[in-house]
């Protein structure tokens, strides 16, 4: 019913900048609370960042807490994930995801209902 697509992983160097989008197709999208997870080898996939349907709240793991900056732009049926001072344990596979609950708030998986196929965002020390 949903469908989502990420783009703009890559290798970079620690201490650089990468900016990751999503665009969302098939079904309202202001509806829909959107979120950014992560999952890298040998590790279960881990919350990054949620953002509420208004993009007037959002949510950061402790982990990314003052370095990632998520944002969304509703005309456009985009989320975005801005990435600064990236760091080795950065490295994963980056998921968009979106829950069609969009009142609700909070950090596990299963709040959220369509996924993206993931983009891979390698740090590099």
């Known amino acids: 019913q949903v469908q989502l697509v990420e783009s703009g992983g890559g290798l970079v160097q620690a201490g650089a900048s990468l900016r990751l989008s999503c665009a969302a197709s098939?079904?309202?999208?202001?509806?829909?609370?959107m979120g950014w997870f992560r999952q890298a080898p040998g590790k279960q996939r881990e919350f990054v960042a949620a953002i509420s349907r208004s993009g007037g709240s959002s949510e950061y793991a402790d982990s990314v807490k003052g370095r990632f900056i998520i944002s969304r732009v509703n005309d456009k049926n985009t989320v975005g994930l801005q990435m600064n001072s990236l760091k080795p344990e950065d490295t994963a596979l980056y998921y968009c995801a979106a829950d069609r609950n969009g009142y609700t708030r909070g950090s596990h998986p299963t709040l959220f209902d369509y996924w993206g196929q993931g983009t891979q965002v390698t740090v590099s020390s």
């Open positions: 098939g079904r309202t999208f202001s509806s829909l609370r």
